[in-house]
């Protein structure tokens, strides 16, 4: 499994938003996807949106409630097809199937389109450590392979970076000349990988929907690096995670309506590739041997609780983290591992546990934007909310882990407002206590533990010479 | 099932006032009286209210809410209305006490039927007494800022727009991404203050270029955000609640 | 050999699943879902119902297509018959400098000569098909020569603006994909109005061939493109940036 760095997310989003460049840059561009969604959607008309939605939340629920049948047949119909399906019970396991599947093959270069469950392994670590070249065509993944970095934005792992800073990345690996023109810049690196796809032994896919029916894995792409990788090796291995089979063929249409809109404000991607096994015995190319690997890498756990099932609904498309106004000031880093934002917030957790991501329900505000433009109607405030339950109070296998400091703080208060005396008495006190501090009606500083943030950027209002309950009482109350 | 009522004389509505407009903004509250008296509303104030528990629930904490909620679901019983002045008190009652007591029957069914005669307060005086014209006036640029909650959850939009139109004096300037949080989140705001308050930047420059002299918003959350370092930063624009605005006669900017 | 499943893991694998959504016993029944029980009969009228609503709208439809399909980025060209159609194909390759001309060897190219119109010009044609005169393992060498692949498609869909190409003998996959100018021949009775359209289609012939034939398709929906560098578009990556669709009748 790839480093979980979530527990650092307090200090990464705080150097995420001193990071003057980075913020110039989030500025531009995570509002830019956001529009070009809003204007595809407009297009579409919002009642023919809903609709869509509708149908393809009913499409995801309705697979997931018959997954064993559904993954029963994905393996039948695969099979069928010439290719071999493997299920992995996590990362390692994956991982393994993999490197022997490379081994076997001798395969010493590996092309790879965008597979976040690739990622979810560290996949490319692995192949590196056995003298196996692994190359990442999708454009933004090439440069965070080359920076050494994890992907910044589900669908643009490079989105934080500045053109200065992959044309350096460029010259350092490829000795590239420097540039300032994205346009050459995208040539430097299709001239590069134009060799690895002609050269390489086996290509790597992700998944963005698998058809159990017909045994058809569906890639959504714009550069043609999907295609390549499905074309040009003599081995094919898609990755993909237990979640994504859709029952039908049919069922596609309705997603091909709503991913590409939602990630990038595109009526269709450039391309649509459909594959699902090896090359027939007519075909002029295509891969030798196909294998698909389905993990579960912690699903199973959240197929299993109900509460949190529908989080296996997400295609991926990333709407919610360019609507998110956490993503938009911190970006995908701060979020510790392969996925961010929204989205983020609830599968780390899940699938890497409470211990290590039970920061990540507590950052956002809850302003339900994300949940506005899901595809698949994940309700994602409520599922954080019930993370957030989980975490302090415990349940569902995890311990309840507030601070102490808050929990008492928290049962301070809870004992103030349990009945109108004790509010009364509290607001009582409380206006002593603030007198030092108040001024105008404003308190500048707050020194308490915990609420002492407040008071850095804002003024806190002083509590009131008297409560309404107390002005009602006397003078507002008239019959 | 919200309904609309004509001949407003014998409305009677409990005001559930929120802890925080009780505590730190009675002048809101005060204001909401006035408003609702002069539409002809028989205004009762149920005292043992307190809190409704969406702080505790939104820290986790769901045992502490749970307890408060049901102690809410008391004080509020058997009432004909109840009108909130808040986008995320009126949303915890009416979207999340179902999440809530999800395993307690008894409470769930008190808990549909206490959301069933819940209303916003902007919501309350143009669907229920369909009025948007409550003898305000005002002189000055108002805009507006959608609170998450009263948004996405309560789905009001054009009520509290519509009041604001209807109040003599008042220009209406709508600011850019007036839908946009303005960073509060509750704990949110004191657990990860620099995010917190790097988005409230955000909105706080939508509200200078919108030119307006006041931005109202129905949440006394998001005003306290706001409001907080609008005073720390001496802007030249005022928060104000919606029921302050409504309650104005004659004032200025 | 090759890595074969490991069918005690997936046994496994599967009981976990029932486990997970709280089931003893594999479910005896296929799960409700509008399209899944219907056989091969009903899909095959399916079809037939959809080509004959295809049919009545076809010149409506064609519209319909080029319109989308230049939004898309395609540059489109209607055509009145296959001489002219060989004549656009010839003048594209012109233009864009092209040396060699890749094709595929479909059936289209017995009524459309390209290979005459591109010979006039100077330009050398290739079939990119294994046979007497070519072995599959140059293809992919050739295909990455040529400046410009030109085939026909299996289908167009008006919805998306989209060429549906189906590799085949004759047609493979890197024709329309390694050239840097990529030109597609669409005759009128190909052009379908819907997504949902060509995967009726596609399930029926699923069916039929009980996957015997080859599960790999593109739909082709405008150039190759990135915006993964500050979010500015670059048309042209590892595909063609140059795709036309040329209407013949």
């Known amino acids: ?479 | 099932m919200h309904q609309t009522r004509r001949g407003r004389q014998s409305i009677k509505a409990s005001l559930f006032i929120t802890c925080t407009i009780d505590q730190f903004y009675p002048q809101v509250g005060e204001a909401v009286v006035k408003v609702l008296r002069r539409l002809g509303v028989d205004v009762n104030f149920p005292e043992a209210q307190t809190c409704c528990g969406q702080p505790f629930f939104n820290g986790g904490y769901r045992q502490e809410a749970k307890d408060l909620a049901r102690r809410f679901l008391d004080v509020f019983d058997g009432n004909d209305y109840v009108i909130v002045p808040s986008g995320s008190c009126g949303s915890m009652v009416r979207s999340f006490y179902s999440e809530l007591f999800a395993d307690d029957a008894d409470a769930l069914a008190r808990a549909e039927d206490l959301a069933s005669r819940t209303y916003e307060f902007s919501e309350f005086i143009v669907n229920v007494l369909e009025v948007t014209d409550v003898g305000a006036s005002f002189a000055g640029k108002v805009t507006y800022h959608d609170a998450c909650h009263l948004l996405r959850e309560l789905h009001v939009e054009d009520q509290p727009r519509s009041l604001i139109q209807a109040v003599k004096g008042v220009e209406l300037v709508e600011m850019e991404a007036s839908q946009a949080c303005c960073g509060f989140g509750g704990l949110f705001s004191v657990k990860f203050p620099h995010i917190s308050t790097a988005i409230l930047d955000s909105k706080l420059q939508s509200i200078e270029a919108s030119g307006a002299d006041v931005v109202v918003a129905n949440d006394s959350g998001c005003l306290m955000q706001m409001g907080g370092a609008m005073s720390r930063r001496n802007m030249k624009a005022k928060p104000m609640h919606l029921a302050e605005l409504l309650a104005q006669e004659g004032g200025r900017a | ?249």
């Not at chain 1, 393994?96 to 590996?110: G, M, N, S």
């Not at chain 1, 996949?123 to 990442?136: K, M, R, W």
């Not at chain 1, 075909?283 to 949190?308: A, I, S, T, W």
Request: charged share 25%.
């Open chain 3, 1 to 249: 050999m090759t890595l074969l499943p490991d069918e005690q893991a997936k046994k496994e694998f599967l009981e976990r699943v029932r486990t997970a959504l709280g089931r003893t016993e594999p479910l005896k029944h296929v799960p409700d879902h509008p399209s899944l029980k219907m056989e091969l009969p009903q899909q095959e009228q399916k079809v037939r119902t959809i080509q004959a609503k295809n049919e009545a709208r076809r010149e409506r439809l064609i519209t319909a297509l080029l319109s989308r399909a230049e939004q898309m980025g395609w540059r489109v060209n209607r055509v009145p018959g296959p001489e002219e159609a060989a004549r656009a194909v010839a003048e594209i390759a012109r233009d864009a400098g092209a040396k060699k001309a890749a094709r595929s060897a479909q059936d289209i190219f017995k009524r459309v000569d390209v290979d005459g119109a591109l010979r006039k010009m100077g330009i050398n044609p290739l079939v990119l098909a294994s046979g007497r005169t070519r072995h599959r393992s140059q293809l992919k060498g050739l295909s990455f020569e040529a400046e410009v692949g030109i085939t026909g498609v299996d289908y167009a869909i008006a919805e998306t603006g989209s060429c549906v190409v189906i590799p085949r003998k004759g047609l493979s996959r890197m024709v329309s994909l390694a050239p840097p100018v990529y030109i597609a021949l669409v005759e009128p009775a190909q052009v379908m109005e819907s997504l949902d359209d060509v995967f009726a289609i596609r399930r029926m012939q699923y069916m039929q061939n009980n996957g015997r034939d080859t599960n790999y398709m593109n739909f082709i929906s405008g150039p190759s493109r990135t915006a993964d560098i500050e979010m500015t578009i670059s048309i042209g990556v590892h595909g063609p940036g140059q795709v036309h669709l040329i209407m013949i009748g």
């Open chain 1, 1 to 479: 499994m790839s480093e979980v760095k979530s527990k650092e997310f307090q200090s990464a989003s705080k150097a995420a938003l001193n990071d003057k460049g980075l913020q110039r840059l989030l500025g531009r561009v995570v509002h830019g996807f956001a529009d070009l969604r809003d204007a595809a959607v407009e297009e579409v008309t919002e009642p023919v949106w809903e609709q869509l939605r509708e149908r393809a939340r009913s499409i995801k629920q309705q697979t997931l409630a018959n997954l064993d049948y559904y993954l029963e047949l994905v393996d039948k119909s695969v099979t069928r097809n010439g290719g071999h399906v493997h299920f992995a019970k996590d990362a390692d396991e994956a991982n393994k199937i993999v490197l022997e599947i490379a081994k076997r093959h001798d395969v010493k270069r590996v092309v790879k389109s965008k597979s976040m469950v690739s990622e979810e392994m560290g996949i490319n670590q692995v192949l590196e450590a056995n003298g196996i070249e692994p190359v990442e065509t999708d454009l933004g993944e090439y440069i965070i392979q080359l920076a050494k970095e994890t992907p910044f934005h589900i669908i643009a792992p490079a989105l934080h970076k500045s053109r200065e800073q992959v044309s350096d990345l460029f010259h350092d690996w490829l000795k590239s000349q420097p540039t300032n023109e994205i346009e050459e810049l995208c040539r430097i690196a299709r001239d590069e990988l134009r060799d690895k796809f002609a050269t390489a032994d086996m290509g790597i896919t992700g998944a963005n929907f698998i058809v159990a029916e017909t045994g058809t894995v569906m890639l959504v792409t714009n550069e043609g690096n999907g295609r390549m990788t499905t074309s040009a090796p003599r081995v094919l291995v898609t990755l993909a995670g237990m979640e994504k089979v859709v029952p039908a063929l049919e069922d596609l249409a309705t997603f091909i309506r709503l991913l590409p809109r939602s990630a990038t404000g595109q009526r269709i991607s450039a391309y649509t590739t459909f594959l699902g096994g090896p090359r027939s015995a007519t075909d002029e190319d295509g891969p030798e041997e196909y294998h698909l690997v389905l993990v579960d890498n912690g699903r199973m756990n959240v197929l299993k609780d109900p509460e949190m099932r529908e989080v296996l609904q997400c295609i991926r498309c990333g709407a919610c983290l360019n609507t998110c106004p956490v993503y938009q000031k911190v970006g995908g880093h701060a979020y510790g591992w392969v996925y961010s934002g929204p989205i983020g917030a609830i599968l780390t957790p899940l699938l890497v546990g409470m211990d290590e991501g039970k920061e990540l329900p507590f950052a956002s505000s809850l302003c339900g934007a994300c949940k506005d433009v899901c595809p698949v109607k994940i309700d994602i405030p409520r599922l954080l909310l019930r993370l957030r339950g989980r975490a302090t109070e415990g349940g569902n296998g995890v311990k309840g882990s507030a601070p102490w400091i808050q929990k008492l703080m928290v049962r301070r208060w809870f004992s103030s407002v349990k009945t109108r005396q004790a509010m009364n008495r509290s607001a009582k006190l409380g206006r002593l206590l603030q007198r030092p501090v108040a001024r105008g009606g404003r308190i500048k500083r707050i020194p308490l533990p915990m609420v002492s943030g407040w008071t850095q950027q804002r003024d806190f209002p002083a509590l009131a010479p008297k409560s309404f309950s107390e002005v009602w009482r006397d003078s507002l109350d008239k019959p």
